[in-house]
């Protein structure tokens, strides 16, 4: 006991008001440590996924050519299959026939065969395509747009202020696109 060892006559309270003051000064400098994690663990996947991505309101689109990647770098032509011919999210086969997904069912027959699509268009065109389809075909096509923001439209609630596609599955739409030649 302290206050024996060193002679003086501390109260045994005093004692454990400090301790527990040691106490709180700990977990304050634990939490401060955790704090300072966890900003870092919330920054990360934002630098990663975030840093490169091109906003649907700040994409430059001109002459109808969209030329830089909307995520920042090249997409996989694997999963931009299954974007195409995804029925919930591209659903692009609802309106499209092409060869290359001839065993799915249901080829929509509205817009024109995609196949040797690659041949007609250059990357940055078929990314404007896919962005803003509007800005490319007029107002007047019933192909949606599919990087602009879903606002005060009739729209389900969950697309609300989003896009149809994110930056990345557009990216990969176009990298199968690509391989669309004749
Ligand atoms: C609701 C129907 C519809 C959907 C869904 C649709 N499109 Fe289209 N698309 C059209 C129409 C119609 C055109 C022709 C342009 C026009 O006259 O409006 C077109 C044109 C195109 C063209 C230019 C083709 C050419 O040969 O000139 C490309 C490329 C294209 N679409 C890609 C896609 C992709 C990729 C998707 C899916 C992510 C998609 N479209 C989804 C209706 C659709």
């Known amino acids: 006991m302290r206050w024996l060892e060193t002679g003086r006559h501390e109260k045994p309270e005093r004692l454990v008001a400090i301790s527990s003051n040691r106490m709180r000064e ?5 939490g401060y440590k955790a704090g300072i994690c966890l900003v870092f663990a919330a920054l990360l996947p934002l630098g990663a996924a975030g840093a490169a991505t ?3 309101d700040s994409v430059r689109m001109s002459d109808g050519m969209v030329e830089a990647s909307l995520s920042g770098a090249p997409g996989d032509p694997a999963a931009g299959k299954k974007w195409f011919t995804g ?11 092409n060869q290359d ?10 817009g024109p065969a995609l196949d040797g699509v690659a041949d007609r268009y250059s990357e940055a065109q078929l990314r404007a395509i896919l962005v803003n389809s509007k800005a490319v075909f007029g107002d007047a096509t019933i ?11 009739r729209v389900r609630k969950e697309f609300d202020g989003k896009t149809i596609l994110s930056a990345e599955q557009v990216e990969d739409v176009i990298a199968y696109l690509m391989t669309l030649k004749e």
């Open 26 to 30: 700990g977990i304050l400098h634990f």
């Open 54 to 56: 091109v906003a649907p």
């Open 87 to 97: 029925r919930k999210l591209g659903n692009c086969l609802a309106c499209h026939a």
């Open 101 to 110: 997904a001839a065993s799915q069912p249901f080829h929509g027959e509205i």
């Open 143 to 153: 192909m949606p747009a599919f990087y602009r923001l879903l606002k005060d439209q």
